[in-house]
């Protein structure tokens, strides 16, 4: 007798019988029933669990490409809604891993729970991408004109030499950009960073109050949310921000420009209604 809640030793019975049923059926049932398949009550609850593992993986990979397509319509960068989307990664397999520990078992309230994980990492990420994306455009200049400053004095002594003219090129350009980027992520901490901060706080103490509740549902619930809400997180602030501070964006690199294909869309479909009216004249 298997245990009821033992997927593993459910799952290599029911594949013993599958791969000794198959053979023989082809071999040597009617032509009629060349394609019959076995079935019986007592796997009623391993075709259950079955169902959920595959289902949770296939919902999650799901989200996780709609939540691509919603970074990057949000941002409008496609390598802010990369980063977003490994960033979402690595926190949801954090979450997994620790509900692992905490001995959870894969049921439909648990298989829920997983695939609402990537809706509720994906907000912290968001707003810190945006903010990253639409920092003021003043504070960049001001940054890099002090580069430049920097580069001209350096440029202007009298015993510096082409060689060092070429070496100097080269690094402010490379300082140009990276100041560039940790202003985008300070401008993007300043603007957004309390409110996120203030978001999952509340939603982690919504989480703890949950715990104290007798029933397992609630429990597993509370500990959903503050898992998820530590995790995706600290993720968004120590991995996504460094990340954009060391290889994001510059510039308008990787950007879509939404604008100017709306406004070429809106061009073309006059045109085409100024030539409609013309022909009809």
């Known amino acids: 007798a298997h245990n009821r809640t033992d997927y593993d030793s459910y799952n290599k019975y029911y594949l013993k019988i599958k791969n000794f049923f198959d053979p023989y059926i082809k071999q040597y049932a009617p032509e009629h029933l060349k394609h019959a398949w076995f079935s019986s009550p007592g796997f009623a609850f391993y075709g259950i669990q079955r169902e959920l593992l595959v289902g949770s993986y296939s919902s999650l990979l799901a989200s996780l490409g709609i939540a691509l ?40 309230v ?23 994306i639409h920092t003021d455009s003043k504070d960049i200049d001001c940054e890099r004109k002090k580069i430049e400053n920097h580069y001209l004095l350096q440029t202007s002594k009298p015993d510096a030499n082409e060689h060092d003219y070429k070496i100097s090129t080269w690094r402010v350009t490379y300082k140009e950009q990276q100041v560039e ?94 030539k409609k009216d013309i022909d009809q004249i």
């Open 69 to 108: 397509l919603v970074l990057f319509l949000t941002s409008g960068n496609l390598f802010i809604a990369v980063y977003a989307l490994i960033t979402i990664t690595f926190a949801i397999a954090v979450s997994v891993g620790i509900f692992a520990i905490l001995e959870w078992e894969l049921g439909i």
């Open 110 to 132: 648990e298989a829920i729970i997983v695939i609402m994980s990537v809706g509720l990492s994906v907000d912290f990420v968001v707003h810190f991408g945006v903010g990253y």
């Open 181 to 274: 980027r940790e202003t985008r992520v300070t401008e993007s901490v300043s603007r957004v960073g309390s409110a996120v901060f203030m978001a999952a706080f509340t939603t982690f103490a919504a989480g703890f109050s949950m715990t104290l509740s007798s029933l397992c549902a609630f429990r597993q619930m509370g500990q959903f949310l503050m898992t998820i809400m530590l995790t995706s997180w600290s993720f968004a602030m120590f991995f996504f921000l460094p990340l954009c501070a060391i290889i994001g964006p510059v510039g308008t690199c990787g950007s879509i420009p939404f604008s100017r294909i709306i406004k070429c869309f809106k061009r073309s479909s006059h045109e085409n209604s100024e």
